[in-house]
């Protein structure tokens, strides 16, 4: 085992713990988290709401100018957040334990990095930091493209049982 597979690992751990958490706090709905005097917040599932619909809608005055995000927001994932909420919870808390784990990780990445890039072009156009969501999404990448599970992971045990092309994908 090498210091460049345990790195990838670790970072795939710290990145699981973050999706999980975060479902966790959906499902559980609670955000604070006190830890003696280190208190931090976490994002439910009605904060997740608003900051979408404050992101899309009144950032800056009138929202994002992303052509048809106001209206998949507006007519599609507001109107119906009651089962989009529990579809957000339920990637987090899948790809969070996937990555965790070291399970079909580059899968779970990839499914991570599509809420993240979602999340990236609702930002768009807010005059945010440049940095504000990449810090999220490029760790996502990364590990969507390499086989950080096989270290510390059970795609180490996955990984080549197939007999085609992909029999290493997504392990």
């Given amino acids: 085992m090498n210091a460049i597979g345990r790195g990838l690992a670790a970072f795939r751990i710290y990145a699981g713990l973050v999706l999980f958490a975060n479902g966790i706090s959906k499902l ?6 006190d830890l003696g005097p280190y208190e931090v917040f976490l994002i439910d599932k009605e904060e997740a709401r608003s ?5 899309v809608n009144k950032r800056g005055g009138d929202g994002t100018d992303v052509p048809l995000l106001k209206d998949l927001v507006n007519d599609v994932f507001l109107p119906n957040w009651d089962v989009f909420q529990w579809l957000v919870t339920a990637l987090e808390l899948g ?3 996937a990555l965790i784990l070291g399970i079909a990780s580059r899968a779970a990445a990839l499914a991570a990095l599509g809420q993240q890039l979602f999340l990236q072009l609702v ?5 945010r930091w440049l940095f504000e969501l990449p810090h999220e999404w490029v760790p996502l990448l990364i590990l969507a493209l390499v086989p950080a599970g096989r270290v510390w992971g059970v795609d180490r045990r996955l990984a080549g049982r197939g007999s085609g092309r992909f029999d290493n994908w997504p392990f």
């Fill in 28 to 33: 559980f709905e609670f955000r604070n988290v």
């Fill in 95 to 97: 790809a969070g334990a």
């Fill in 51 to 55: 900051i979408l619909d404050f992101e």
């Fill in 123 to 127: 930002y768009a156009s807010s005059g």
